[in-house]
T-cell receptor, first 112, second 115 residues
Framework: SQQGEEDPQALSIQEGENATMNCSYK?????LQWYRQNSGRGLVHLIL?????REKHSGRLRVTLDTSKKSSSLLITASRAADTASYFC????????????FGKGITLSVRP | DAGVIQSPRHEVTEMGQEVTLRCKPI?????LFWYRQTMMRGLELLIY????????DSGMPEDRFSAKMPNASFSTLKIQPSEPRDSAVYFC?????????????FGPGTRLTVT
C-alpha cells in the first residue's frame, strides 16, 4: 500500500484563505517531502523536512512533522489562484536507499 | 540548466508495437528514476539507477518493460509489446545527494496512449 496518504483528496478555497493539507505514513522515515504538480506538468519539489525537525517554513509554505503520529501537514497561507495544483507528499523511508514513495495527491482549487 | 528532458512528449501507438521513451537527466545528477502516473494507481516508481547501475527494478510491471542507462546523460524505458493498460504518463526524475538528500527533479513527462 502507499506509504504516504494525503487528506483531503480535494480542497476548494477562496483566494486569500489558507489551505491545509495532511499526509500520513506508515513506517519510519529519513525525511518527508512535498511536491506540487500543475496540470499536464511534472512534479516540482516544494519543501523537505527531516525526521528530526518539527516545523519548517519556506515563503508562504509551512510544513510540520509529527513522527509520533506519523503525520505531516502542509499549510499554504494567503492562497492565490496560481496555487491551484495537485500536491503530493513523498516519504524517504528508513533503509529505502534513496527511494521515495508518493501519495495519491490532493487537488487544490483556489477560486479567484 | 535545462532541467530533465524527456522525449517524446506524446506518443500514440497501437497495441503490440514497441515504444521507447527517452530521458536526459540534469548534468551531474547521479540518480535517475522512472515513474508511471495513472488516475487509478497514482505515481508509481518503476525503476531507478545510481551511477548508471539499476538499483531497484521491483516496480517494473512485467518482462515487457525494460530500462537502460548506457551513460550518465541518457536513459531509455522500453515497452515491448505495448498494451492498452500501459497508457499513462511516464516521468523521469533525477537527483543528487550532493545537493541535498533525495530532492528529485522531474521532467515534463511522456503521455503514452496505446490503442
Amino acid at each position: 500500500s502507499q506509504q504516504g496518504e494525503e487528506d483531503p483528496q480535494a480542497l476548494s478555497i477562496q483566494e486569500g484563505e489558507n489551505a491545509t493539507m495532511n499526509c500520513s505514513y506508515k513506517t519510519s522515515i529519513n525525511n518527508l517531502q512535498w511536491y506540487r504538480q500543475n496540470s499536464g506538468r511534472g512534479l516540482v519539489h516544494l519543501i523537505l523536512i527531516r525526521s528530526n525537525e518539527r516545523e519548517k517554513h519556506s515563503g508562504r509554505l509551512r510544513v510540520t512533522l509529527d513522527t509520533s503520529k506519523k503525520s505531516s501537514s502542509l499549510l499554504i497561507t494567503a492562497s492565490r489562484a496560481a496555487d491551484t495544483a495537485s500536491y503530493f507528499c513523498a516519504t524517504d523511508a528508513t533503509g529505502a536507499n534513496s527511494k521515495l514513495t508518493f501519495g495519491k495527491g490532493i487537488t487544490l482549487s483556489v477560486r479567484p | 540548466d535545462a532541467g530533465v528532458i524527456q522525449s517524446p512528449r506524446h506518443e500514440v501507438t497501437e497495441m503490440g508495437q514497441e515504444v521507447t521513451l527517452r530521458c536526459k537527466p540534469i548534468s551531474g545528477h547521479d540518480y535517475l528514476f522512472w515513474y508511471r502516473q495513472t488516475m487509478m494507481r497514482g505515481l508509481e516508481l518503476l525503476i531507478y539507477f545510481n551511477n548508471n547501475v539499476p538499483i531497484d527494478d521491483s516496480g517494473m510491471p512485467e518482462d515487457r518493460f525494460s530500462a537502460k542507462m548506457p551513460n550518465a546523460s541518457f536513459s531509455t524505458l522500453k515497452i515491448q509489446p505495448s498494451e492498452p493498460r500501459d497508457s499513462a504518463v511516464y516521468f523521469c526524475a533525477s537527483s543528487s545527494p550532493l545537493g541535498g538528500p533525495y530532492e528529485q527533479y522531474f521532467g515534463p513527462g511522456t503521455r503514452l496512449t496505446v490503442t
